[in-house]
């Protein structure tokens, strides 16, 4: 059994309850202790860095040196793509010998880095492993096409991310072909839906969210499986207020992929938290 | 709407160059905006740039004139969505996203944030909100938000009640430690308002066309080319 630290994030508390609840279904199945960072914090998102450099930067790092110090622990689960990203961010900065002392200073005690952050993809990928994952597989997909939506933070900018191929990503392609699902070849992988803008400027995300899934549909995906919080909430709900407009709207099941992941291990449809979604996902996974 | 454009682009190239805007970036992000040639790949990747005034690598040569209308109070800096592509694909190194950011940065400490930006308010609560609760209480923000823009919240009524009957929507705030939480938010500001203040009074000093390192530049971490 191998013991992971543990930071949910703000979203996974409310808006993206099932993919706090179907990752930890996963692990569970997968064998893999999740040890919550006691006391945790807002890693600051989008409002810290574009407001304060470095309380964007000492507010993950805080969170890092408890894993590292207080936990003992060597590497952290972070499913939410943007807390990801911060925390990778803090992993970054550091390696900037002022930065790091201005850090030390607000957090308190010193972080140099160290810590391994995974998101949602690394932990199947890279830390259960495509095989083990295979091996645990009770009942696997018969060639659900799926098309895997990266979006941005999971990938960008790979100076932070250090992803392989922040333009055409594909390891999460292979987590679900593991499953027994078809990933599909598309050009939207990394595209932005316009999630930071949802409540502000509707107008353009519509037209982000439209193109992405248009693109998923049209390369043949019965659903899309995405690995963050923002980019799920941001397209399944915004499908309702484009139907409004456009009467010929086919709609598109948007699921994480810790419910993929978690349906064919056999996780309950209840733990899985299939009825949250807006656009009704069980009738591509019947 | 175009023609307009072009006019105010005209306009804005008999304006005297100055460095000040460059630098003042440079030491809050340790960004030289001098190192961009306006190749456009940016712009070309950016999802919002059809949507806004301007476009990123526009905003970039404005920075580089010392334009502040052109950048600092144009739309486009409050439409970014922070997607990272300009940073991933620039050819030269910049972090334009983060030139975004301290765009905002600046808007907001030289209080010159537009009104007709949505986007900013929702920022500063959202900001205000983690600093709060320790946490982000995503009702507060929500609703904070859209209470100012009631014409607007009316769109989102049926989704609200949507996520309710999910129960996507946690009513209660779920708190991180709020202490630590405060005391490093405080630390983090004072440390940032000092050195703000300071980068403003040096930049205003700043000779046109200052490439150079300026006085509170902080090197990039990492060390691009």
């Not at chain 1, 919550?36 to 574009?50: D, R, V």
């Not at chain 1, 622990?73 to 970054?92: E, M, S, Y």
């Not at chain 2, 030269?92 to 905002?104: F, H, K, P, W, Y």
């Not at chain 2, 205000?128 to 823009?149: H, I, P, Q």
Request: charged residues 25%.
């Amino acid at each position: 059994m191998t013991k992971l630290a543990y930071y949910p994030g703000c979203s996974l508390h409310s808006t993206a309850k099932e993919l706090d609840s179907s990752f930890d279904g996963t692990m569970a199945k997968l064998d893999v202790d999740l040890a919550e960072i006691p006391g945790w914090q807002c890693c600051g998102n989008s409002a810290g860095h574009s407001a304060n450099r470095l309380l964007a930067a000492a507010l993950p790092a805080n969170e890092l040196v408890k894993v590292r110090d207080d936990m003992k622990l060597d590497a952290v689960a972070v499913p939410c793509a943007a807390c990801f990203n911060r925390f990778q961010g803090a992993n970054h900065e550091v390696g900037d010998e002022a930065m790091a002392a201005d850090i030390a200073q607000v957090v308190g005690r010193p972080y140099d880095g160290g810590v391994k952050v995974l998101n949602l993809v690394d932990v199947y990928h890279d830390r259960v492993g495509l095989a083990a994952l295979k091996s645990k597989v009770v009942k696997p997909f018969q060639g659900l096409q799926v098309a895997c939506y990266y979006g941005c933070l999971l990938t960008r900018p790979p100076k932070v991310t250090l992803a392989e191929d922040p333009e055409y990503p594909v390891h999460m392609d292979a987590v679900v072909e593991a499953i027994g699902c078809t990933p599909v070849d598309w050009d939207s992988k990394t595209a932005c839906c316009g999630a930071a803008l949802t409540l502000c400027e509707p107008d353009v995300v519509d037209e982000l969210v439209k193109g992405i899934i248009t693109n998923a549909r049209e390369r043949g995906a019965e659903a899309i499986a995405c690995a963050c919080p923002l980019c799920q909430i941001n397209l399944d709900s915004r499908q309702g207020e484009i139907k409004k407009t456009d009467g010929a709207w086919v709609d598109m099941p948007i699921l994480y992929l810790s419910q993929l992941v978690g349906r064919a291990l056999g996780v309950s449809d209840e733990q899985l938290g299939l009825k949250k979604a807006m656009v009704d996902p069980t009738k591509v996974l019947a | 709407m175009r023609s307009e454009r072009r006019d105010r682009v005209e306009e804005d190239v008999t304006q005297t160059p100055s460095g000040a805007l460059a630098a003042r970036i440079r030491s809050g992000s340790g960004e030289n905006p001098y190192l961009c040639y306006l190749c456009k790949k940016c712009s070309t990747g950016c999802p919002v740039a059809p949507f806004g005034d301007v476009h990123p690598a526009q905003v970039m040569r404005a920075v580089q004139l010392g334009d502040e209308a052109m950048s600092v109070d144009s739309r486009f800096i409050w439409l970014c969505t922070g997607c990272e592509t300009c940073t991933t694909r620039c050819p030269q190194g910049i972090d334009v996203a983060s030139i975004m950011d301290e765009l905002r940065m600046i808007a907001r400490h030289d209080g010159r944030v537009r009104k007709d930006a949505p986007f900013a308010r929702s920022l500063d609560i959202n900001y205000r909100s983690f600093r709060r609760w320790g946490r982000l209480y995503e009702l507060e923000l929500v609703v904070l938000d859209l209470l100012k823009r009631p014409k607007a919240a009316l769109g989102y009524t049926g989704l609200g009640i949507k996520m309710m009957a999910r129960g996507k929507i946690r009513l209660l705030p779920t708190m991180g430690d709020r202490g630590q939480m405060k005391r490093m938010a405080r630390a983090a500001e004072r440390i940032e308002a000092g050195r703000r203040a300071e980068a403003k009074v040096a930049a205003a000093g700043k000779a046109p066309g200052a490439g150079g390192p300026s006085a509170g530049a902080r090197p990039k971490a990492g060390g691009t080319p």
